[in-house]
């Protein structure tokens, strides 16, 4: 399980350390892929392929199916960290998520989130987070 958040930078080229305690959990190889919300979605390889089974069955017959698939898939990379612990970030998702110099990452549960600063303190207020809880009760998470 991923958690916390971390301040890092991105070098000229693309490239980012990742946090240690995410690497543990990372392995030398993962899977990197656009994310809701403008950030970038990083899973472990055996996650991935829990979601690609998931998905394995979601009839391509409905547009938002298709669109979706495309979206998360067409995007995926395989990512290898480096021996200095750091990872190249495509340009393409580089330039989605809005990445300059000073990111976030988030361990989210399942994956890891890499967000641009910038972009992340504007979607990490809280204010409705009453709202929001009462909505994840009618899902069955009750804290």
């Not at 979601?51 to 990379?77: H, M, V, W």
Request: glycine share 6%; aromatic share 10%.
């Amino acid at each position: 399980m991923f958690m916390g958040e971390y301040n890092h930078t991105i070098d000229a080229k693309g490239r980012l350390i990742v946090p240690s305690k995410f690497r543990e959990q990372l392995g030398s190889e993962f899977v990197a892929t656009k994310g809701l919300d403008r950030c970038i979605s990083v899973y472990t390889n055996e996650e991935w392929m829990n979601i690609q089974e998931k998905c394995k069955n979601i009839p391509l017959t409905t547009k938002d199916a298709r669109k979706f698939t495309r979206f998360y898939f067409g995007s995926a990379i395989d990512c290898e960290i480096d021996k200095q612990g750091r990872v190249l970030l495509p340009a393409n998702l580089r330039e989605y998520a809005g990445l300059q110099k000073e990111i976030v990452l988030v361990g989210v549960l399942n994956r890891i989130e890499i967000w641009s600063k910038d972009k992340w303190l504007d979607e990490s207020t809280y204010d409705d987070m009453d709202e929001i809880a009462e909505h994840m009760a009618e899902l069955g998470l009750s804290i």
